[in-house]
């Protein structure tokens, strides 16, 4: 079965700086779809990011961007320039393509504190 | 609004009790999903439907859990005998495997704001 696992219950940045969000996930298919989601305080989740497995290039959406390591099974989330409007809980989640399921499975979570 | 739908958005209700949630998606997403999220930790998978049929349940859907999507549109997920443990957000989110016009990309699903659900 796959799992999620986001190993960073809490992290924060500087306004302006970089910060990085580690994600791994545990999968024996080749082909499947990684998502980060965000989920600002008593709010909507809504879409950061996603990659595709069968792709080699990372993908990227303005300031946010992903570190894709499909051997490591890593999937890492890196936000630059960072923004108050950027502290939520960022979620990474995996949707497998061949095993049958459309369900996506989800990590526990990373809270994202960003400091004036 | 074209978005997810989610009603009624907070429930207060007293152990026993039976409630029921609604859920509308996003107009013409074939797919449909009910997640539970406790605080502080991440969505929970319990059910999904394709049209009007619900082709997985999880074990956490226990036999008081009841979720159904008539004819494709909307879905309702009715909770009985509702428990202190049942207490949580419970979230809706859909979607496709063709992004309809101007709703983002295929295979990418989108949540609704959540129904809150507390049981005294």
């Known amino acids: 079965a796959q799992t999620v696992t986001q190993s960073q219950p809490e992290m924060s940045v500087q306004e302006a700086e970089t910060v990085t969000l580690s994600c791994t996930y545990d999968?024996?298919?080749?082909?499947?779809?990684l998502f980060w989601y965000k989920q600002p305080p008593s709010r909507q989740m809504i879409l950061v990011i996603r990659?595709?497995?069968?792709?080699?290039q990372n993908a990227t959406e303005n300031r946010f961007s992903v570190n894709f390591q499909k051997a490591a099974k890593s999937f890492s989330l890196k936000i630059s320039d960072s923004q108050l409007g950027d502290a939520a809980m960022y979620f990474c989640?995996?949707?497998?393509?061949?095993?049958?399921?459309?369900?996506?499975?989800f990590g526990t979570g990373t809270r994202l504190k960003v400091l004036a | 609004d074209t978005g997810v739908s989610q009603n009624p958005r907070h429930k207060i209700t007293k152990r026993g009790q039976n409630v029921t949630f609604r859920c509308d998606p996003i107009?013409?997403?074939?797919?449909l999903y009910w997640y539970r999220q406790t605080l502080g930790q991440g969505p929970e998978f319990l059910t999904y439907?394709?049209?009007?049929?619900?082709?997985?349940k999880s074990r956490l859907l226990s036999d008081r859990f009841s979720a159904e999507r008539p004819k494709g549109s909307f879905s309702t997920l009715e909770i009985q005998r509702t428990e202190q443990g049942d207490s949580a957000m419970y979230l809706c989110?859909?979607?496709?495997?063709?992004?309809?016009?101007?709703?983002?990309?295929?295979?990418?699903?989108?949540f609704g704001e959540g129904s809150w659900l507390t049981v005294v």
């Open positions: 989110a859909s979607s496709s495997y063709l992004p309809p016009p101007g709703q983002g990309t295929g295979n990418t699903i989108y």
């Open positions: 999968t024996s298919e080749s082909d499947y779809y």
């Open positions: 990659q595709e497995a069968y792709k080699q």
């Open positions: 989640a995996h949707r497998s393509l061949t095993s049958g399921t459309y369900k996506y499975i």
């Open positions: 107009s013409e997403h074939n797919r």
């Open positions: 439907f394709q049209n009007e049929a619900q082709l997985e």
